[in-house]
C-alpha cells in the first residue's frame, strides 16, 4: 500500500514541477532543461529511498530466512561438499588415477573407477606386504583425502622399487643368508635392470626426484634382541611385484637351511608327572 501511495506522489510531483517550468519564461530554455533533468533526478533517488526505507524491515527478515536456509542446506549437505572438494584436490594434486595402487584409511587396492564424489578400489590382502586380490570391491568417499595421509605404491608408474623382508633368529647363519638373498634378488631383476634405471634416470628430470639406484642391496635389521631381518630392496615392474617376491623367496629357501628350533620341556608338567608317578 505504501509503494502504491509513494509512486503516483512522486509522479504528480515530477508533473507539477514540469508544469511550473513550462510556464516559468523568465527562464531560458537550456536553464528549464537542466532544471528538469535535475528535479527528475532527485525525485528517483527520493523514490528510491522510500522504497528502501518502506520494503527494509520486509528485506531483513527475508535476508534472515535466507540465510537460515543457506547455513542448513551446508550443513545437510557437508558430506557431499566435502567429497566434491576432495575430488578436486585430487584432480588438483594428481594424487592417484586408475590403476595405481593405494592405501587410504586402512583401505588399500588398485584404483577402477573414481568419480566425483567416491572412489573404488578393488581391495589387496591382508595386510600391506601382500599382493593378493581378496576380490572385494571397497568404495571410499573422497572427503577421507582431507582425513587421512595417502600411499601411492605406484606413483613412478612402469617401475618401483620393491622390499622382501627375511625373519631370523641370532642362530641362523645371517652372513650366508644375506649372500644368498641378494644373488637371488639379482639373478631374478637381470632381466629388466637396466631398463628400470634409465626409467628412473628418465623421471629424475620430469618429477624433480633424485633416482635411486636399482642395484639389489640387502641391508639389516634389529627389530629386537635375539631377531634379526634381512631387508631385500630390488627394481620390479610395478604390476608385478609379488611375481617377483615369491621367484626370489622360493630360490632363497631353496638353499638356505635354518637353525635347528629347540623348544625347551614344560618343566611345571614333568615335575608334576614325577610327582604322580612317586605317588
Same mark, same amino acid.
Given at each position: 500500500?505504501?509503494?502504491?501511495?509513494?509512486?503516483?506522489?512522486?509522479?504528480?510531483?515530477?508533473?507539477?514541477?514540469?508544469?511550473?517550468?513550462?510556464?516559468?519564461?523568465?527562464?531560458?530554455?537550456?536553464?528549464?532543461?537542466?532544471?528538469?533533468?535535475?528535479?527528475?533526478?532527485?525525485?528517483?533517488?527520493? *523514490?528510491?529511498?522510500?522504497?528502501?526505507?518502506?520494503?527494509?524491515?520486509?528485506?531483513?527478515?527475508?535476508?534472515?530466512?535466507?540465510?537460515?536456509?543457506?547455513?542448513?542446506?551446508?550443513?545437510?549437505?557437508?558430506?557431499?561438499?566435502?567429497?566434491?572438494?576432495?575430488?578436486?584436490?585430487?584432480?588438483?594434486?594428481?594424487?592417484?588415477?586408475?590403476?595405481?595402487?593405494?592405501?587410504?584409511?586402512?583401505?588399500?587396492?588398485?584404483?577402477?573407477?573414481?568419480?566425483?564424489?567416491?572412489?573404488?578400489?578393488?581391495?589387496?590382502?591382508?595386510?600391506?606386504?601382500?599382493?593378493?586380490?581378496?576380490?572385494?570391491?571397497?568404495?571410499?568417499?573422497?572427503?577421507?583425502?582431507?582425513?587421512?595421509?595417502?600411499?601411492?605404491?605406484?606413483?613412478?608408474?612402469? *617401475?618401483?622399487?620393491?622390499?622382501?623382508?627375511?625373519?631370523?633368529?641370532?642362530?641362523?647363519?645371517?652372513?650366508?643368508?644375506?649372500?644368498?638373498?641378494?644373488?637371488?634378488?639379482?639373478?631374478?631383476?637381470?632381466? *629388466?635392470?637396466?631398463?628400470?634405471?634409465?626409467?628412473?634416470?628418465?623421471?629424475?628430470?620430469?618429477?624433480?626426484?633424485?633416482?635411486?639406484?636399482?642395484?639389489?642391496?640387502?641391508?639389516?635389521?634389529?627389530?629386537?634382541?635375539?631377531?634379526?631381518?634381512?631387508?631385500?630392496?630390488?627394481?620390479?615392474?610395478?604390476?608385478?611385484?609379488?611375481?617377483?617376491?615369491?621367484?626370489?623367496?622360493?630360490?632363497?629357501?631353496?638353499?638356505?637351511?635354518?637353525?635347528?628350533? *629347540?623348544?625347551?620341556?614344560?618343566?611345571?608338567?614333568?615335575?608334576?608327572?614325577?610327582?604322580?608317578?612317586?605317588?
Amino acid at each position: 500500500l505504501s509503494t502504491a501511495v509513494l509512486l503516483p506522489l512522486v509522479f504528480l510531483i515530477r508533473l507539477g514541477i514540469q508544469h511550473a517550468l513550462l510556464k516559468t519564461v523568465e527562464l531560458s530554455v537550456e536553464s528549464r532543461r537542466r532544471w528538469a533533468i535535475n528535479i527528475r533526478n532527485v525525485l528517483l533517488i527520493v *523514490f528510491i529511498l522510500g522504497i528502501i526505507s518502506i520494503w527494509a524491515p520486509r528485506l531483513q527478515t527475508f535476508a534472515v530466512s535466507i540465510f537460515a536456509v543457506a547455513v542448513a542446506l551446508v550443513l545437510a549437505t557437508k558430506e557431499l561438499i566435502a567429497c566434491l572438494s576432495g575430488s578436486g584436490l585430487r584432480m588438483l594434486t594428481k594424487a592417484y588415477s586408475l590403476g595405481d595402487l593405494i592405501e587410504i584409511g586402512g583401505i588399500r587396492g588398485n584404483v577402477v573407477d573414481h568419480n566425483a564424489l567416491t572412489t573404488t578400489l578393488l581391495e589387496i590382502g591382508p595386510g600391506q606386504t601382500s599382493h593378493q586380490y581378496t576380490g572385494r570391491a571397497m568404495v571410499i568417499p573422497n572427503s577421507l583425502l582431507f582425513t587421512h595421509p595417502l600411499t601411492n605404491e605406484t606413483y613412478t608408474k612402469k *617401475f618401483r622399487l620393491h622390499i622382501i623382508t627375511i625373519p631370523l633368529s641370532t642362530d641362523d647363519d645371517w652372513k650366508t643368508a644375506e649372500q644368498l638373498l641378494l644373488t637371488a634378488g639379482q639373478e631374478e631383476s637381470f632381466p *629388466f635392470i637396466e631398463e628400470a634405471g634409465a626409467y628412473f634416470k628418465n623421471l629424475e628430470g620430469k618429477l624433480w626426484l633424485d633416482a635411486p639406484s636399482v642395484e639389489p642391496r640387502v641391508t639389516i635389521q634389529l627389530p629386537e634382541p635375539g631377531r634379526i631381518h634381512l631387508l631385500l630392496r630390488v627394481p620390479c615392474p610395478t604390476q608385478y611385484p609379488s611375481r617377483l617376491e615369491q621367484a626370489i623367496l622360493k630360490k632363497f629357501l631353496a638353499e638356505f637351511q635354518f637353525a635347528p628350533r *629347540f623348544i625347551l620341556p614344560d618343566t611345571t608338567l614333568a615335575h608334576s608327572s614325577d610327582s604322580a608317578v612317586s605317588r
